[in-house]
């Protein structure tokens, strides 16, 4: 079983960053293809970044490409997301995941364990 349980967010103004961490309890973590969706108030959940278990291939959502970083650390069971140059479209609450599926990018129905979420507010 893997907890999962993301921080780092909170609120940012327009063209700022923020680094969303992802820590995983589990002893497997490093088995699992990580990423992180989100989902905005009134709209449905969607796939920001991926990156596989040993971290050399990664994935990105159009609209975050050159902004966004996906990393992870496996010896430290985290991954990270650094965020860039944030927009007004980018507030949304962030959900980290991992799954056994080992290709990116990965839908919904590919995900084992979610956390929680973590809030990201941007305003002007």
């Known amino acids: 079983q893997e907890q999962l349980v993301e921080s780092g967010g909170g609120l940012v103004q327009t063209g700022g960053s923020l680094r969303l961490s992802c820590a995983g309890t589990g002893r497997t973590f490093s088995s699992y293809t990580l990423g992180w969706f989100r989902q905005a108030p009134g709209k449905e959940r969607e796939s920001v970044a991926f990156?596989?278990?040993?971290?050399?291939?990664?994935y990105y959502t159009d609209s975050v490409k050159g902004r966004f970083t996906i990393s992870r650390d496996n010896a430290k069971n985290t991954m990270y997301l650094q965020m860039n140059s944030l927009k007004f479209e980018d507030a949304a609450v962030y959900y980290c995941a991992a799954s056994v599926v080992p290709a990116l990018p990965l839908s919904e129905y590919d995900v084992t364990f979610w956390g929680r979420g973590t809030q990201v507010t941007v305003s002007s």
């Open positions: 990156i596989s278990r040993s971290g050399g291939t990664t």
